[in-house]
């Protein structure tokens, strides 16, 4: 078998999306003075799709949310013929000529991202080719079925918060993540507004549910010192992003600072981004997202290096690519979950634009053993409400 073409198109959302609100969910643009909104570089309203086919008609698909029209370029210009001609079940190889050959200016970041979504497209036209989900070709079933965290919980109005636990809650949700919408710039009256909401959260759920938090990002080293210890009484599952991810040195004070434990990945790259965090500790929880962090064939060794640490994965974001990585592994307790929503950061841009993805039923999801591939198809529902970049 041999990959005979790669197609990398661009959906620009054009539909209706949540307008974003101040204060929505602290990130690393907070502390920058800006008069726009700080979220906006944050929001994910275009996605580029990857469909590599090989010579006898199997078609893989990938994606890449990361600076999508930059992606596509670099697969266009540089990864597309380093592929092209060659065996798919070369995966590793493959990786390496896409790794090592733009190694001078890639490494990480959108490269890598790109890396991941022709590396994605790859692994489906191998499971596709045996007739296995992917999951059967990493490690096969560890799970019954995969336990998932409800994710949104952005900051709005507290009663708006409670009330959106509750329904989730009812829906049989036993882990939640929040965002705070708090940090550095909004003094004392911020910490007071990130401690009111989570203090309202643990009103709703109790403390038999667990509460995840997310930074994303928005904080430094001295403020997430100052609130850490005010957030253990909360006992929270994990604060995440703290501070930005080229602060690894602050990961390991905050990681060792309380009994909370800090998590972070989603903005690390490749196996050695990862051997990094956990030779210096920097990380209790491990989330890379596999679009990015170098498709399967790189998540799939970060999870063996994760379970040498004990240090569990619990990869960014839902969406099938990563439900294959936590299906097969030991290391992967737990998946992350966002409900089909209005557009609004992007998180749920997944949904319009595939068709396969599990919906959780009482706080699980679950794969099929006879989906072969990732088990997506492009959904065609949504397609006016996309302008698709050829
Ligand atoms: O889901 C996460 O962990 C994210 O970082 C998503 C992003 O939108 C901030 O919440
Ligand atoms: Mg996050």
């Given at each position: 078998?041999?990959?005979?073409?790669?197609?990398?198109r661009?959906?620009?959302?054009?539909?209706k999306?949540?307008?974003p609100?101040?204060?929505f969910?602290?990130?690393?643009?907070?502390?920058?003075?800006s008069?726009t909104?700080?979220?906006?570089?944050?929001?994910?309203?275009?996605?580029?799709?990857?469909?590599?086919?090989?010579?006898?008609?199997?078609?893989?698909?990938?994606?890449?949310a990361?600076?999508p029209?930059?992606?596509?370029?670099?697969?266009?210009?540089y990864?597309?013929?380093?592929?092209?001609?060659?065996?798919?079940?070369?995966?590793?190889?493959?990786?390496?000529?896409?790794?090592?050959?733009?190694?001078?200016?890639?490494?990480?970041g959108v490269?890598?991202?790109?890396?991941?979504?022709?590396?994605?497209?790859?692994?489906?036209?191998?499971?596709?080719?045996?007739?296995?989900?992917?999951?059967?070709?990493?490690?096969g079933?560890?799970?019954?079925k995969?336990?998932?965290?409800?994710?949104?919980?952005?900051?709005?109005?507290?009663?708006?918060?409670?009330?959106?636990?509750?329904?989730?809650?009812?829906?049989?949700?036993?882990?939640?993540?929040?965002?705070?919408?708090?940090?550095?710039?909004h003094?004392?009256q911020?910490?007071?507004?990130?401690?009111?909401?989570?203090?309202?959260?643990?009103?709703?759920?109790?403390?038999?549910?667990?509460?995840?938090?997310?930074?994303?990002?928005?904080?430094?080293?001295?403020?997430?010192?100052?609130?850490?210890?005010?957030?253990?009484?909360?006992?929270?599952?994990?604060?995440?992003?703290?501070?930005?991810?080229d602060d690894?040195?602050?990961?390991?004070?905050?990681?060792?600072?309380?009994?909370?434990?800090?998590?972070?990945?989603?903005?690390?790259?490749?196996?050695?981004?990862?051997?990094?965090?956990?030779?210096?500790k920097?990380?209790?929880?491990v989330q890379y997202?596999?679009?990015r962090?170098g498709?399967?064939?790189?998540?799939?060794?970060?999870?063996?290096?994760?379970?040498?640490?004990?240090?569990?994965?619990?990869?960014?974001?839902?969406?099938?690519?990563?439900?294959?990585?936590?299906?097969?592994?030991?290391?992967?307790?737990?998946?992350?979950?966002?409900?089909?929503?209005?557009?609004?950061?992007g998180?749920?841009?997944?949904?319009?634009?595939?068709?396969?993805?599990?919906?959780?039923?009482?706080?699980f999801?679950?794969?099929?053993?006879n989906?072969p591939?990732?088990?997506?198809?492009?959904?065609?529902?949504?397609?006016?409400?996309?302008?698709?970049?050829?």
């Amino acid at each position: 078998m041999k990959i005979k073409s790669v197609r990398a198109r661009v959906y620009e959302w054009k539909g209706k999306t949540v307008p974003p609100q101040g204060n929505f969910c602290s990130n690393a643009m907070d502390l920058v003075y800006s008069k726009t909104e700080t979220m906006s570089t944050f929001r994910f309203h275009s996605w580029t799709v990857v469909e590599i086919e090989t010579d006898d008609g199997i078609v893989g698909l990938g994606n890449v949310a990361l600076a999508p029209k930059i992606a596509k370029a670099i697969i266009d210009e540089y990864l597309a013929p380093l592929v092209i001609g060659q065996d798919p079940w070369d995966y590793e190889y493959l990786w390496q000529r896409m790794y090592r050959s733009t190694h001078a200016w890639g490494r990480k970041g959108v490269t890598m991202a790109a890396i991941s979504a022709v590396d994605l497209a790859i692994w489906d036209i191998l499971g596709k080719s045996v007739n296995k989900p992917v999951f059967k070709l990493l490690g096969g079933r560890t799970k019954e079925k995969i336990p998932c965290y409800y994710s949104k919980l952005y900051r709005t109005d507290i009663q708006e918060m409670q009330d959106e636990a509750q329904k989730f809650l009812d829906q049989g949700f036993t882990m939640f993540k929040s965002r705070f919408g708090y940090g550095p710039a909004h003094g004392t009256q911020g910490v007071k507004e990130n401690l009111k909401a989570v203090e309202a959260l643990r009103e709703v759920i109790g403390y038999d549910n667990d509460l995840m938090l997310e930074c994303y990002m928005g904080w430094n080293l001295e403020y997430a010192k100052r609130m850490l210890p005010k957030l253990e009484k909360f006992q929270p599952r994990w604060v995440e992003e703290p501070v930005i991810a080229d602060d690894i040195d602050g990961y390991a004070e905050l990681n060792q600072l309380t009994s909370i434990p800090i998590s972070g990945g989603e903005h690390e790259f490749s196996l050695y981004g990862f051997k990094q965090l956990l030779e210096r500790k920097a990380v209790s929880v491990v989330q890379y997202d596999t679009n990015r962090v170098g498709g399967i064939t790189a998540a799939h060794k970060i999870n063996a290096l994760c379970e040498s640490y004990s240090v569990p994965v619990v990869p960014h974001a839902g969406q099938m690519h990563n439900y294959h990585l936590t299906m097969s592994s030991m290391a992967s307790p737990m998946s992350e979950y966002f409900p089909m929503f209005d557009v609004e950061v992007g998180n749920e841009l997944f949904y319009y634009i595939f068709d396969g993805e599990p919906v959780a039923e009482n706080g699980f999801l679950q794969l099929d053993d006879n989906t072969p591939g990732l088990g997506l198809t492009l959904k065609t529902e949504f397609l006016d409400q996309f302008n698709i970049i050829e």
